[in-house]
Every structure is written in structure tokens, then in C-alpha cells.
């Protein structure tokens, strides 16, 4: 197994305690909140108190003034695989950072405290039904009215977004323009801001991923995100480190999954021998692990170049491309050598299995990831003409 | 133009249009209830049973058809699982369980169990699988224990397919200490000391009862052991090969089905201003597996008829088993995939359809069994080659 | 036990029987010769014209033998790759250049070219890939000038299998400035202006003889034009279908005799004091390997079969060429890796094969192309759906 | 593409000093050494000269004393891609160790100066016909005769096996116990010691592949290295540094065959366009340069972890298995971008693509990689009993 160099003792000391926290106060709730289809608002609460949430918020805000990207990354590794629901990187590392670098003073000063605390759960509305990952396609509009905008429209498959009581969203400011898109902070209790079904799915059954509608939402001045002709630019501005608080996660499930395997194939006999012991399954994990180490090898790379400030989309998509596929092999192989075992809910790879394959898909599907990447490497006929 | 079907007669496709003009007007409507209470109703097996689609083989002085060309059960299954859901387990019931009966039941036997087999008031299970045995069959510890007249049954199995609404269960036990040693008993679900355990929740095939069943002290008159108490262990290996044709026909009508939802959603959802399926990736996956969905259905239909001559190998449903399920694998996740964030909504049925297909790699013997199965029939076994 | 291929008849396995004797006795022994020199001989060409095995849908007024069956190729092809050579290119003389003069060559042609070409006294050749070309055939660029009683031909080709010892050539060339305005014209070897290139080294198929050929002022009769001068690309077209089927044929055959080949080595060499071929990831794979070449096999069989009744697609062709190129690449990958460190070595035959086996994912047609057509067959087609 | 971290400035100098001398003195020669079937003797003469040998040689041995690991990536990164035949890695990481570490003095003394200067090219011979990559099935014989040892076998596939004039052979030098091997030094011109054919294979042509045989070869007492029943124990103390600096030439061969298929496909058309620019090139290359950057993440972190002399076995065989295994992926993809050009010797993706099949095979096969991963994460029949 790779020995991962990237982390310093103090990080090994803050992984102890967010290890302890979790299994006292995360792990033990996993059933509850599956049938519940979200986490509690106390356990964001409990999480802020912790000082876990937007680490980077300055003190005055009850922040931490810590910007060091690896803390949330120990988060994503010590809570993800176990608690899948609970999206502490969506919060700190995808929406928060509009709030930290993009937002108005005012605007910090009025949300971050309660960002920190927990008490403001923060998504984001970008999909629309039909659009995907098509951003360019989306028809939520926003209409100037002097000293407030209007919001019409509606967003789908919005993590977070039975919880949320601050969501960023994404709306055409321009009827006949449409690159000019603008971010509103829709905040719950809106008149006309209603939260449509927490919708089921083939796993992430913690995590409450809802459809939100907007039916002539007043948003006022304030609440506009930097320019409203230019939430594309600071979109993109952003996906860097969306894409690698999720390659994070998804190695460390795939880790985990790795590792309840290992066990079971020990424990766990056919024919006479632990069923680890046959070269078929020795050969399956010895590959794993090599894609698993490979995968950690490239994502702490690309965490070292992101600190430097010198992370390229491209690499983020590298990174959120190679390890949403390996993690999808692993699942795969993993329940495999469980057998009809691994089907049962009672065996938690099955639910691995399920949780792992929104993975290819959100944060820009695999397709998205190789057209960012092939771009990039100069592959594309619009670049030519 | 889909690669035409040569082992069909006309007779086979009517029949398909009969199966299929009543699933869609009487069943189709039925899965989300039966998708919501985690199991078919009698009434279903039953309606089945009225049409005569029960045990298609068996005799007509038990009520049945005594067509035993398996053709008819493919076109069967393959409509189920076009037109409700592959969870309504009636092929289990008709070839899975039913070829037990067929083979090693003795006629006062057959004259009391095939009766309500065929009409489908006797919904049929097996119970092999015990918990930590998966596919180690002579690994089993139920026992049945020879007490004269009868055998006094003692143990517990999982993964009982059917196992909350059956009533008839086909159980492997052993007779003797030597490993192997196993006999296949009929046990009714009215039987004292018989008892059902959890209904187990699983990642799919939520229509699909699967339970765990016990065994405590129950009184086996032996009246109903099937054949020779020693003999289980062959009895179970020579049904083994249609029993796993018919999943690798489950698979492949899932694969097929599959496809169709994929290709009818791609053509119509739209993202940067063009459907999905005419971007070059979509259009080159969705031909790999056209072609190799084209080609594992040609190979099934000689297996289909290799085994209507009774001359289909071990090996050969073997290979139709492994081949059809890892295919329906690699379907349903690009399905899936192209679906993007859809595809993981339960509200698409491409989701189900992933969820479904997982088990197939591994119930009626997992991938790796088929490939042991296939390896040691080229002579590559550890034992045969030193 | 093999899986039975239901698809030919008593008479073709007795050809096999007669073919295969013919080749282990006559001609097996000549391979490193071939490959030493980088061809076959014309005597061998006549050889198998002597015997009737060239053009055999050729009608007995022109010495052949009038058999339309393809399954008789696909019996030649197959033996011929066991125990000769997959670069003994005989089919595509017989089945990729001869369906041209059948299908488009009028009675005059056919009575000046046929002769020749089933006695073996004429080599037929292909020449449509042009440098930089490709796949994409409407943009060749060679021009065949109307010049009243003859057409003047300028170009050049590339990369044309018997381009060495090839006699007679089939060219396509522009006949006018649309794109994919092509006409099809007989060229022989003989005429002022005709030339050939550079014998071009490749990777692998040493005994295929692949060259350029130029065209300078070539004055070709219009005797020689078959059939209309702008329907070239048609005719192509129509062609195409079985071409690929013998492709994959080709492929096929050469994939099994890869798997047992591979077979035979991992039985008998040990390492850690077992054959290799009793250790389970060696099995497991074998297995797969197995299952995937019966299951290409009865779908290839199935497509000869449509092909003689003229029902084969494009799409159904391009199925079968496309997977069975892919599995042949698959086949001679792993059956080098059991090899070891001698898989990489002349001495060992499957070094040979893995050599040979590259281009079949790229000749008549790239998988790529295969996945176009399949595709578009889909209705997935940038142009169709908008 | 990821920005590699692992080279300091002084490395880059070297880089360029290495690919002007090869440019100028090693890839002009390339077809003559393919006809040849080896590089000349001049070349390692040459090489010696600019101080490329065995650089961590004493200086007394005419060596520069250094030991970064890193000055031979660079030229495995520089020469192999386009000179597979000049096996300098053999020489300097293979080989050379076993007389740098474990040599007596005398024997340094005696071969090491030649080594450095390129006039003795080394060789090791493990393998023999009919036992591949199971060492303890080598039958080679080692009689002691009181001064001297007598040698009798033969052995196959030798990389340098025909113009080597300093070969380590091992031999089992106790008939009862097959784990007593011994490793000696023969030297050319020893009476019994014969080359035999110069194999003819798949690829890379211009490396010499020979059989050896000994016939009686007296090898006297001072060529034993170390222990004569102890070879076993030090052939596995350089496998790692074997197996690493095989990666990086995989990895280092398959970025060359991605760079000329991005030429390639950006200026051969079809169908009026770049071939490169069609979608299923674009993910192709899309998805082999995020293997690519996985594998070099993985490497350099493997070469890190060696430097600082704690690279274990098992992560050394999951760079090779992970590198070889791209690398197949890599060249196979890019020959088909290639289309029938491809297959032409004139293209030098096909001798890319047939130098590449024997990197999976080599130094271990990927099955044996697999072995001694799974064995490492306790999948061992053996070791639970």
C-alpha cells in the first residue's frame, strides 16, 4: 500500500479527532437517516461546533482562518465511505468558497457566521431537468426589477437540497445571451421558493437530493453573487477544487470498500480455503490495489499542485475522471468476491456499490471530464476553424 | 433491422403475441405495487397458471401442456421481463424448480405435487444455499436424520428465492457424513418445525422475495424424498445446465430490454444542443454492444435448442451463463451512465434495471464458478493437470 | 467438447477433410519460405486454382466450379489459416476482388478475366487506399479521364494486399469532380504507365505481399470499365458486406487456432512446478476466452448462412467483423502473455500471430468505421438525428 | 499533462546534455543496430565517455560517486523511447549494483574501472529454457573444486547476451537443495563459456537476446559474489530498483507513442477533418493521458519512497505491473489512431508497439506482479497454514 507522504502530524492529530467525533456522533445515526433520506440538521451543527465547517472563514466570523486544503480532504476520507450522506466537501469546499472569495463583504459578514456554526446548510442549483451537464442550456430566468431581481424557473437533482437554507443559483440574466448567467443566494423562506420531492435514488439514500422551484422568488440586490452577467466565469473558477474534493471521496470509499473486502475474503470459506486465498481473488485485489495506489499517487500530486495554486482544470479532470473509474471497478470486483452476500443490504458493500455510482456521473460525467481534458489537449474541431 | 432469430417457428411467435397481449393489458400495471410490498401475489402465479403457462412440460393428466420445448419458456420469460419485471420469478417455479419433479419424482409424487405446480395454487422454491456456503454445494450442514418412515429435517438456508410466498420447497440435505452425501427432500411451508426468517432486504430485484428458511425438527415423511437419498449432489449438477440457460436467457432479455429504454432515451434527451446519442461516443458504445448483444443472443438460441435435444454441455451453459451476465452488466451500467444524473433516479427505469442486474453475475453460480466449469472443461483443472 | 456448429453440412466437412489433407501434405511445409521472401509463389496460386479452390461461384464455362455457397470459403479459410498461413491471401483474390467481375463485370469481361482467374494463372487485387485516404474512400483522389475510346488514369494506391505478385487490379478512380464520383476499372499488370512501388515492411503477415502501385497515363480500354462509370462507389458498397464477413472469418480462424495453440503450450510448460495452465488465473482466462469464441462463432456461422440467401446487412457485417477482429486481438494478447518471456520469440508460432493480428482491427474497414455503421444502423447519426 | 515535481535544475541540465549527445550519437544509428540485431560496442564506449555509466562508481573507478537514482530515469526517458536496444538500464541499475553493493573489493577493483569506461558491458542470467520466471526451477550447476567452480547449463532470453563480456550467472550449487544458488562472474574468453543464437523476436530489434552455455567453465573462486548458496537472498535486494527503473521506461516509451499520435492525428484527415478532432479521439487520447499522468504520479512517488530507502517489494511490482500494463493500453490505442499506417514499419508507432509487448513479460510477468502484491497483502494460502 502506498505510503501516502502528503500529510504532517497535525493532520494525523485532527484525523484522530474527527475520527473519535465521527463514531460517536455520525456513524451510529447511518440507518436512521437512510430512512429518513438526510442527515440531521443536528449533526451540521454539531459538525460546526467541531469547527469543522468552512475552516478558511476568518475569525471574526467563528471561522478558523485555515485555508490548508487537506483538512477537508481528512473529512472526505474519515466520514465519506461510512456516512455518504452527511456532504461536508459540497458545503466547505464547492459552495462555501463563493461566499469566501467571490462574495460581497456584506454578504460574508451577513452568512458566514452561520455557515460556520451550521446553522445555514449551503447548496447550490445549477441542473435543470432536460439540461445535465449542459450548462449553457439552462432556462431559469432572473429579471431586473430596479432594486430586485425575479426568479422563475426550476432546478433538479440539488444535493443537499432538502436541508439547505442558503442555495446558491444559477439563472439567465439575458434573454437573447445564453453565457450571461448570474448567481443568486436564494434563501429559505422566500416567497415563492418551495422545495419540490427529496428524490429516491440507487443509493446516497442519506443524502436528500431535491428538485427547488422558483415562482416569481424578490431577490434583493444584496443577494446577487458578483456580477450577474458573469456567474460562468466564476463557475469555472471554482470547479479545480470541486473536482478534487470529489476525487478525494471517491478514492477513500473505494479504500474502504478494499478494505471490509479483505476482511471478508479472510474470513469467509469455500471449498475448503479462505476464499482470499485463491489466485483469482489474490489476482483481483492485487490489481485494486495497484489502481488504488495509483490513484492516490495522482490525487495528492494534484492536491500538492492545487495548494501551489497552480492546479489546471484539465489535471482536476484527470483526477475526478481516473478515480470515479477506478472506484467504479472497485465496488464492482469487491462485491463480486463478496458473493450473493454482497447483494444484501445487510453487508455494507452493496450500499458502497450503490453510493459509488452517482460517482462517474455528478461534478461533470466521465464524457465531460475526457471532453475537458481532450481540449485541452488542443482536440477539438472549433479550435482548428 | 434486428439480426434475425432463425431457431423461432411461427408457433413460438405467436405465442409471443399471446404472452404479450396479456402481460401488457393485465400485468404491467401490477409492478409498482409488486415493486412496493416486495413480492408478486399468488393471484399472479395463479393467472399464470390459468393460461397454462405453469410447468409447460408436464403432463396433460396434471393439468399441464407437456411441451417440453424450451423455446416457449424463452419466449416467456423473455415478455415478462419486457412487459412487468424480472423479479416475477414463475420461470424459477416452472425450470428451476419444476425439472426436479420431472426427473426424479416418482408418479404418486408427481400425482400430488404437479397438480397445483401447474395451476400455480403450489408456489414452488429451492433451498440449497445455506448461509456461508455460496457456491460450495457439498459444503451444506442441513441434515436429514433417517428415522424409518420418515427423515427428521434439521438446519437453515438463505437466499430462498420465492421464499416468502412459496409453499413448496425442494431442499438439499445431507444423508451421510461423507461430503456430497446429500438428499433432495419436498417440504411444505404447512409442515411443523418448517419456518420462514427474514424477508431479506437487497440492492434489487425488489419484487423478487428472497428469504432465509429453517428447519427444526421437521418430520420429512418419506413419501417425500425425490429419488435415491445419496444422489442429490448429481440430481442438482444434471439440472444445472437448464437452470443456468434460462438465467443466461434472463439476462440477455434484461441486456436487450435494457438497451431499447438506453437507445430511446438518447435519441430524445438533448445536451449541447444535440441529442445525446448522436455524439460519436455515445453512437460507438451503443454499437459495441449492439454487436455483442447480437452475437450473445445468436449462441443463446443454439444453446436454447442444444438443450431441447438434451445435448447442451455443462460447459456450454456455462459459458451462456457468464457471457449474458456480464453483458447485461456492461448494458445496464452504460445505459445507466448515459442516462448521467437520471439514471441514478429511482424514477427512470434505467435505474432499476442497474440495480436488478447486479445479482445476475452471481446467483446460479457466480462468474468465477462458470469459469471453473469452463477452464476444467479444457482440461486446465488443478486435479486433472499436474 | 467443442460447441457444435450446426451450420455445416456433411459435404462441407468432408471438403474440410479433402482441403486439409491437400494443405498439410502440399503445402504447410513451404510457410517459412513465404515468410522468408515475403510472398506466396504464383505455382501456389495455381496450385489451389488446379484444384478448383479459387472463385468457386465462378460458372463452369469459365472452369469453375459455379458454388455459391460460401461456406465452402469459409471451410478454406479456416483450414488454410491452421495449416498454411493467414497471409495466404487466395480469399481475397476469390472473394474480395472475384465478387467484383461477378457482380458488375459484363459477359465480355467475364469471359477475358475469369479464365485466369480461376485457374490461378491471374492474381486479382484491390486497389482503392490511396496515401492519406484511409477509410474515407470518397476522397481518393486518382482520375480516370474520359478520353473517348479509353480513360487515361493517373494516381496512385497504397497498402494493396498481392500488390507484388497481383496481376490483375481492380482500381477505383474519380470519373468526375463530385465527391464520391468513382468508377471501377480492370488494370493489368501489362499496361504502359502501370507500376509498382515499394514492397512495404510491415509488422506482421510477412507472406502477404502489401505494396503501392502508380498510375502514369495509364490508357485503360473502356472495355475495361465495369459497369457504370459513376456507381464505383455503390458497387463498393454492395461489396462491402461480404468482404467483411470474410474478414471475420479470417479473423475468427485465426483466433481459434491462437486459443489452441496457446492451449497446448500452457499443458505442457511448467513453472513453479505445475503447468501453467492449472493455475486459476490461467484458467479463468482460457475460460473467458472460451466462452467468447463459441459465442462469436455461432454468430458468425449465422451470418454466412444470411449472407448466401443475400440477407447478411451492412450493419450485421460490420457486427461481425468488429467483434471478431477485436476478440482475435484479445486471443493473441493473452495467449503471448502464457507464453512468456518465449511468446516473444520468432521461434514460437504465436509471436507470428500476434504480429499478423494488429491489422484486423484496421483492414477493410477500422473498427471505428464498423462502429459508424453499426451505429447509424442505430439511427444514432449526426446527420439523422438533429 | 502533470507537472512533474520530482526534478531539480541541475537534472534538467543533464537532460539536455543526454538528448544532444543522443540525437548526435545514438538515434542516427537506429536502423543500422535493428539489421544488426545490437547497438555497437562504440556506443557504450561513447556513453562511457560522457560519465553515463554506473555513475555512483567510485571516483577512484573513474565513476562520478553518485547515486540519485534520478540521473538514469533521465536517460531511460531520453534514450529508450527511440533507442529500445541500448539497454543502459541493465547495465547501470541491474546489473551494476550487484558489483557496486555486493562485489568484494578486489572485484571492483578488477571490473569496475571497464564498466565505467564501457569497454565490459554487463549481463545477468537467471533464466533458463523451460523455467521463466520461477527461479527455483533453474538447473545451471556450480561444482565446488576446491580453487576453483565448475559451470554446466545453459541459459535463454539474456538481455546484452551477445555483446556482453561480463556476466553474472547464477547456479544452483548444492544438488539436494534447489533455494542454494550462487552468483559468478564469467568472463569472455573463458574456456567452456559459448554465445549461442541471437534471438530473433516480436521487438526490440536492436537489443541482443541470446542464448549462453557452459560447458565446463572453470570460474575461479575470487568471481563468486558474496555467498555462493546465498544468491537468492541478494538477487531480491535489487529488485525493486530493477523494477522501478523498468517503469519508468514503460511510462517513458508510451508518452513518446502518445506525442507522435497527437501529430499525427492532428495532421492526417478524414472526412474533412483532423482525425484528432472526431470525438472518439478525443476521449481516447483524453482518457490514455490521464493514465499516463496516474502512471507517472505513481512512479515518482515510487522513485521519492526509493530515495529515501524504504520502497518495499510490493509497491515496486505495482509500478511495474501498473506501468507495463498503460503502456500496453497506451501503444495498442495509439496504433489504431495510426489506422493502417500503423502497421508499416516506416511508422515508428509499430516498432513502438512491438517493443512494448515484452514489458509486460519481463523482469517478472504482470501475473508475477500480481503474485508477490497479493502474497504482500497476506491473499497466501501458504502463509495460513
Same mark, same amino acid.
Given at each position: 500500500m502506498l505510503n501516502r507522504t502528503i500529510y504532517d502530524e497535525e493532520h494525523e492529530i485532527f484525523r484522530k479527532t474527527v475520527r473519535a467525533w465521527a463514531e460517536k456522533e455520525v456513524f451510529p445515526h447511518g440507518e436512521d437517516w437512510r430512512a429518513d433520506g438526510c442527515v440531521s440538521r443536528d449533526i451540521w451543527k454539531s459538525a460546526g461546533e467541531q469547527g469543522f465547517l468552512c475552516m478558511y472563514a476568518d475569525e471574526k466570523f467563528g471561522g478558523l482562518g485555515l485555508?490548508?486544503? %487537506?483538512?477537508?480532504?481528512?473529512?472526505?476520507?474519515?466520514?465519506?465511505?461510512?456516512?455518504?450522506?452527511?456532504?461536508?466537501?459540497?458545503?466547505?469546499?464547492?459552495?462555501?468558497?463563493?461566499?469566501?472569495?467571490?462574495?460581497?463583504?456584506?454578504?460574508?459578514?451577513?452568512?458566514?457566521?452561520?455557515?460556520?456554526?451550521?446553522?445555514?446548510?449551503?447548496?447550490?442549483?445549477?441542473?435543470?431537468?432536460?439540461?445535465?451537464?449542459?450548462?449553457?442550456?439552462?432556462?431559469?430566468?432572473?429579471?431586473?426589477?430596479? +432594486?430586485?431581481?425575479?426568479?422563475?424557473?426550476?432546478?433538479?437533482?440539488?444535493?443537499?437540497?432538502?436541508?439547505?437554507?442558503?442555495?446558491?443559483?444559477?439563472?439567465?440574466?439575458?434573454?437573447?445571451?445564453?453565457?450571461?448567467?448570474?448567481?443568486?443566494w436564494v434563501e429559505e423562506g422566500m416567497p415563492g421558493f418551495e422545495r419540490g420531492r427529496n428524490l429516491k435514488k440507487v443509493g446516497l439514500e442519506s443524502q436528500d437530493t431535491a428538485?427547488?422551484?422558483? +415562482?416569481?422568488?424578490?431577490?434583493?440586490?444584496?443577494?446577487?453573487?458578483?456580477?450577474?452577467?458573469?456567474?460562468?466565469?466564476?463557475?469555472?473558477?471554482?470547479?479545480? !477544487?470541486?473536482?478534487?474534493?470529489?476525487?478525494?471521496?471517491?478514492?477513500?470509499?473505494?479504500?474502504?470498500?478494499?478494505?471490509?473486502?479483505?476482511?471478508?475474503?479472510?474470513?469467509?470459506?469455500?471449498?475448503? %480455503?479462505?476464499i482470499g486465498t485463491f489466485q483469482n481473488s489474490r489476482f483481483k485485489m492485487a490489481s485494486l490495489r495497484t489502481e488504488l495506489d495509483a490513484a492516490w499517487a495522482l490525487t495528492d500530486h494534484c492536491v500538492r499542485e492545487h495548494m501551489e495554486g497552480r492546479l489546471s482544470a484539465e489535471m482536476a479532470a484527470e483526477a475526478k475522471l481516473y478515480t470515479s473509474e477506478v472506484e467504479g471497478r472497485v465496488v464492482d470486483e469487491c462485491l463480486q468476491l463478496h458473493g450473493g452476500a454482497g447483494y444484501m443490504d445487510e453487508y455494507e458493500i452493496s450500499r458502497l456499490y450503490r453510493d459509488a455510482r452517482i460517482s462517474r456521473i455528478y461534478a461533470g460525467t466521465s464524457e465531460i471530464m475526457r471532453e475537458i481534458i481532450g481540449r485541452g489537449l488542443g482536440l477539438d474541431e472549433r479550435q482548428r476553424n | 433491422?434486428?439480426?434475425?432469430?432463425?431457431?423461432? !417457428?411461427?408457433?413460438? !411467435?405467436?405465442?409471443?403475441?399471446?404472452? %404479450?397481449?396479456?402481460?401488457?393489458?393485465?400485468?404491467?400495471?401490477?409492478?409498482?405495487?409488486?415493486?412496493?410490498?416486495?413480492?408478486?401475489?399468488?393471484?399472479?402465479? !395463479?393467472?399464470?397458471?390459468?393460461?397454462?403457462?405453469?410447468?409447460?412440460?408436464?403432463?396433460?393428466?396434471?393439468?399441464?401442456?407437456?411441451?417440453?420445448?424450451?423455446?416457449? +419458456?424463452?419466449v416467456l420469460q423473455e415478455e415478462t421481463i419486457r412487459w412487468t419485471d424480472i423479479g416475477f420469478f414463475h420461470n424459477a417455479h416452472s425450470m428451476l424448480v419444476g425439472p426436479y419433479l420431472d426427473r426424479f419424482a416418482n408418479p404418486e409424487q408427481k400425482k400430488s405435487f404437479l397438480p397445483g405446480a401447474v395451476s400455480g395454487k403450489t408456489i414452488m422454491a429451492i433451498a440449497m444455499t445455506e448461509p456461508d456456503t455460496g457456491s460450495d454445494l457439498a459444503a451444506i450442514r442441513t441434515r436429514a436424520e433417517d428415522c424409518g +418412515?420418515?427423515?427428521?429435517?434439521?438446519?437453515?438456508?438463505?437466499?430462498?428465492?420465492?421464499?416468502?410466498?412459496?409453499?413448496?420447497?425442494?431442499?438439499?440435505?445431507?444423508?451421510?457424513?461423507? %461430503?456430497?452425501?446429500?438428499?433432495?427432500?419436498?417440504?411444505?411451508?404447512?409442515?411443523?418445525?418448517?419456518?420462514?426468517?427474514?424477508?431479506?432486504?437487497?440492492?434489487?430485484?425488489?419484487?423478487?422475495?428472497?428469504?432465509?428458511?429453517?428447519?427444526?425438527?421437521?418430520?420429512?415423511?418419506?413419501?417425500?424424498l425425490l429419488g435415491d437419498p445419496a444422489k442429490g449432489f448429481s440430481y442438482m449438477a444434471e439440472c444445472l445446465a437448464v437452470e443456468r440457460t434460462m438465467s443466461a436467457i434472463s439476462s440477455l432479455s434484461h441486456a436487450q430490454a435494457a438497451f431499447d429504454v438506453t437507445l430511446e432515451f438518447i435519441k430524445d434527451r438533448r445536451v449541447f444542443d444535440r441529442p445525446v446519442g448522436s455524439f460519436q461516443n455515445t453512437r460507438f458504445i451503443m454499437a459495441d454492444l449492439r454487436s455483442r448483444l447480437d452475437s450473445a443472443q445468436a449462441y443463446l438460441d443454439q444453446c436454447v435448442l442444444l438443450a431441447n435435444d438434451d445435448k447442451l454441455t455443462p460447459e456450454d451453459a456455462a459459458s451462456a451463463k457468464l457471457l449474458c451476465s456480464e453483458l447485461q452488466g456492461e448494458v445496464v451500467d452504460a445505459g445507466l451512465q448515459f442516462h448521467g444524473g437520471a439514471g441514478y433516479m429511482d424514477e427512470y427505469e434505467i435505474s432499476h434495471m442497474f440495480r436488478d442486474a447486479r445479482i445476475a453475475r452471481i446467483y446460479a453460480g457466480t462468474s468465477e464458478i462458470m469459469k471453473e466449469i469452463i477452464g476444467r472443461g479444457l482440461g486446465l483443472g488443478e486435479k486433472d493437470l499436474r
Amino acid at each position: 500500500m502506498l505510503n501516502r507522504t502528503i500529510y504532517d502530524e497535525e493532520h494525523e492529530i485532527f484525523r484522530k479527532t474527527v475520527r473519535a467525533w465521527a463514531e460517536k456522533e455520525v456513524f451510529p445515526h447511518g440507518e436512521d437517516w437512510r430512512a429518513d433520506g438526510c442527515v440531521s440538521r443536528d449533526i451540521w451543527k454539531s459538525a460546526g461546533e467541531q469547527g469543522f465547517l468552512c475552516m478558511y472563514a476568518d475569525e471574526k466570523f467563528g471561522g478558523l482562518g485555515l485555508s490548508d486544503f %487537506r483538512y477537508d480532504m481528512i473529512l472526505a476520507e474519515e466520514i465519506g465511505p461510512r456516512e455518504p450522506g452527511f456532504f461536508l466537501g459540497l458545503h466547505n469546499r464547492i459552495v462555501g468558497p463563493y461566499l469566501q472569495n467571490f462574495a460581497s463583504d456584506e454578504q460574508r459578514e451577513r452568512f458566514m457566521p452561520e455557515v460556520v456554526t451550521g446553522d445555514k446548510i449551503l447548496a447550490i442549483a445549477m441542473t435543470e431537468p432536460g439540461t445535465g451537464s449542459d450548462l449553457a442550456g439552462i432556462k431559469t430566468r432572473a429579471v431586473d426589477e430596479g +432594486d430586485h431581481w425575479v426568479l422563475n424557473g426550476s432546478k433538479t437533482y440539488i444535493s443537499n437540497g432538502f436541508l439547505t437554507n442558503l442555495v446558491l443559483v444559477a439563472a439567465r440574466t439575458n434573454p437573447d445571451a445564453t453565457h450571461e448567467v448570474g448567481l443568486f443566494w436564494v434563501e429559505e423562506g422566500m416567497p415563492g421558493f418551495e422545495r419540490g420531492r427529496n428524490l429516491k435514488k440507487v443509493g446516497l439514500e442519506s443524502q436528500d437530493t431535491a428538485e427547488l422551484f422558483f +415562482d416569481d422568488v424578490k431577490v434583493p440586490k444584496e443577494n446577487v453573487l458578483g456580477d450577474p452577467k458573469g456567474g460562468f466565469k466564476t463557475m469555472m473558477m471554482n470547479l479545480a !477544487e470541486e473536482r478534487l474534493i470529489g476525487a478525494v471521496g471517491f478514492v477513500a470509499r473505494a479504500e474502504h470498500a478494499f478494505s471490509i473486502t479483505m476482511e471478508f475474503i479472510m474470513e469467509r470459506r469455500a471449498f475448503g %480455503r479462505a476464499i482470499g486465498t485463491f489466485q483469482n481473488s489474490r489476482f483481483k485485489m492485487a490489481s485494486l490495489r495497484t489502481e488504488l495506489d495509483a490513484a492516490w499517487a495522482l490525487t495528492d500530486h494534484c492536491v500538492r499542485e492545487h495548494m501551489e495554486g497552480r492546479l489546471s482544470a484539465e489535471m482536476a479532470a484527470e483526477a475526478k475522471l481516473y478515480t470515479s473509474e477506478v472506484e467504479g471497478r472497485v465496488v464492482d470486483e469487491c462485491l463480486q468476491l463478496h458473493g450473493g452476500a454482497g447483494y444484501m443490504d445487510e453487508y455494507e458493500i452493496s450500499r458502497l456499490y450503490r453510493d459509488a455510482r452517482i460517482s462517474r456521473i455528478y461534478a461533470g460525467t466521465s464524457e465531460i471530464m475526457r471532453e475537458i481534458i481532450g481540449r485541452g489537449l488542443g482536440l477539438d474541431e472549433r479550435q482548428r476553424n | 433491422m434486428p439480426f434475425p432469430r432463425t431457431h423461432l !417457428e411461427p408457433e413460438h !411467435e405467436m405465442f409471443r403475441e399471446q404472452v %404479450r397481449r396479456y402481460l401488457k393489458t393485465n400485468m404491467s400495471a401490477k409492478v409498482p405495487k409488486w415493486r412496493e410490498q416486495g413480492h408478486v401475489d399468488r393471484e399472479d402465479f !395463479e393467472a399464470f397458471g390459468e393460461n397454462g403457462w405453469l410447468c409447460l412440460w408436464a403432463d396433460e393428466e396434471f393439468g399441464g401442456l407437456g411441451i417440453s420445448d424450451i423455446r416457449y +419458456d424463452q419466449v416467456l420469460q423473455e415478455e415478462t421481463i419486457r412487459w412487468t419485471d424480472i423479479g416475477f420469478f414463475h420461470n424459477a417455479h416452472s425450470m428451476l424448480v419444476g425439472p426436479y419433479l420431472d426427473r426424479f419424482a416418482n408418479p404418486e409424487q408427481k400425482k400430488s405435487f404437479l397438480p397445483g405446480a401447474v395451476s400455480g395454487k403450489t408456489i414452488m422454491a429451492i433451498a440449497m444455499t445455506e448461509p456461508d456456503t455460496g457456491s460450495d454445494l457439498a459444503a451444506i450442514r442441513t441434515r436429514a436424520e433417517d428415522c424409518g +418412515d420418515h427423515y427428521l429435517l434439521n438446519g437453515a438456508k438463505t437466499y430462498i428465492s420465492n421464499g416468502i410466498i412459496g409453499d413448496l420447497f425442494v431442499v438439499a440435505a445431507k444423508t451421510g457424513d461423507k %461430503r456430497g452425501q446429500i438428499g433432495l427432500f419436498v417440504v411444505t411451508a404447512d409442515m411443523a418445525g418448517f419456518s420462514r426468517g427474514r424477508h431479506l432486504k437487497k440492492m434489487g430485484l425488489p419484487v423478487q422475495d428472497t428469504a432465509e428458511i429453517h428447519f427444526e425438527n421437521v418430520k420429512v415423511p418419506k413419501e417425500n424424498l425425490l429419488g435415491d437419498p445419496a444422489k442429490g449432489f448429481s440430481y442438482m449438477a444434471e439440472c444445472l445446465a437448464v437452470e443456468r440457460t434460462m438465467s443466461a436467457i434472463s439476462s440477455l432479455s434484461h441486456a436487450q430490454a435494457a438497451f431499447d429504454v438506453t437507445l430511446e432515451f438518447i435519441k430524445d434527451r438533448r445536451v449541447f444542443d444535440r441529442p445525446v446519442g448522436s455524439f460519436q461516443n455515445t453512437r460507438f458504445i451503443m454499437a459495441d454492444l449492439r454487436s455483442r448483444l447480437d452475437s450473445a443472443q445468436a449462441y443463446l438460441d443454439q444453446c436454447v435448442l442444444l438443450a431441447n435435444d438434451d445435448k447442451l454441455t455443462p460447459e456450454d451453459a456455462a459459458s451462456a451463463k457468464l457471457l449474458c451476465s456480464e453483458l447485461q452488466g456492461e448494458v445496464v451500467d452504460a445505459g445507466l451512465q448515459f442516462h448521467g444524473g437520471a439514471g441514478y433516479m429511482d424514477e427512470y427505469e434505467i435505474s432499476h434495471m442497474f440495480r436488478d442486474a447486479r445479482i445476475a453475475r452471481i446467483y446460479a453460480g457466480t462468474s468465477e464458478i462458470m469459469k471453473e466449469i469452463i477452464g476444467r472443461g479444457l482440461g486446465l483443472g488443478e486435479k486433472d493437470l499436474r
